[in-house]
């Protein structure tokens, strides 16, 4: 299967740091890649950081068309302009989404002290299930990055599924989940090629390796 992860959707607001503004799609673009995966069950959506965009734009559009996806919220932004508040994070579980979490504030979780880890990690999700009265079991790695001890560290806390941002395929069942992170510049015409990528068996092994390599570090 193939995971998308999308991040805010639209124009990004000002004050959005660069690298994430990197990351913003057109509304029209957003569509044309939910119709493009309409009939594809291996196929799932995946949202970071919490932007508003999320139920302003997102939310409506996959409920005309039938389907969930899993929103990882930065807990220190919530309530913050342009982000969700506690009461958006509730309205998307209320609609069948899934919440997990992506951190505090949205640094990269490798090579962290155990303070901060214990922030990321642990007050992060804590914040979450306060908002939502409810577990929080599965989290995105920030940028994508993390390493062994970040991996081991979320098993230690028993996350029940992790998503990273390598460009690769993905099993069903298998606890660390590989995504492919849509930028500015990509179109539906994109995500196909990425569908196709998927269906030659080469690629599926180089993908494969790359990503157990990462976790070995």
């Known amino acids: 299967m193939i995971n998308l992860c999308f991040h805010g959707i639209g124009t990004p607001p000002a004050g959005v740091p660069a690298e994430e503004a990197a990351y913003w799609i057109g509304g029209d673009t957003f569509r044309r890649v939910l119709d493009r995966v309409a009939d594809r069950p291996d196929v799932r959506l995946t949202f970071d950081d919490g932007n508003?965009?999320?139920?302003?734009?997102?939310?409506?559009e996959l409920v005309d068309r039938g389907r969930v996806a899993e929103f990882f919220v930065i807990a220190g932004r919530l309530?913050?302009?342009?982000?969700?508040?506690?009461?958006?994070?509730?309205?998307?579980?209320l609609a069948g989404m899934g919440v997990g979490s992506h951190g505090l504030h949205h640094r990269v979780?490798?090579?962290?002290?155990?303070?901060?880890?214990?922030?990321?990690?642990?007050?992060a999700r804590s914040w979450l299930e306060?908002?939502?009265?409810?577990?929080?079991?599965?989290?995105?790695?920030?940028?994508?990055?993390y390493d062994r001890a970040t991996l081991a560290a979320?098993?230690?806390?028993?996350?029940?599924?992790?998503?990273?941002?390598?460009?690769?395929?993905a099993r069903p069942g298998t606890w660390r989940q590989a995504r492919f992170s849509l930028r500015s510049g990509d179109t539906a015409d994109d995500v196909g090629g990425w569908l196709q990528h998927g269906d030659r068996y080469p690629a599926r092994l180089a993908d494969s390796a790359r990503t157990f390599v990462k976790g070995l570090r």
């Open 52 to 60: 508003d965009s999320d139920v302003t734009v997102a939310l409506p």
């Open 79 to 93: 309530g913050r302009p342009g982000s969700l508040a506690a009461a958006d994070v509730r309205r998307l579980r």
């Open 109 to 123: 979780w490798r090579r962290l002290s155990q303070a901060d880890q214990h922030e990321e990690l642990v007050v």
């Open 130 to 145: 306060e908002v939502l009265g409810e577990p929080v079991s599965t989290a995105a790695c920030p940028l994508g990055r």
């Open 154 to 169: 979320l098993r230690r806390l028993r996350y029940t599924r992790v998503y990273t941002s390598d460009r690769a395929l």
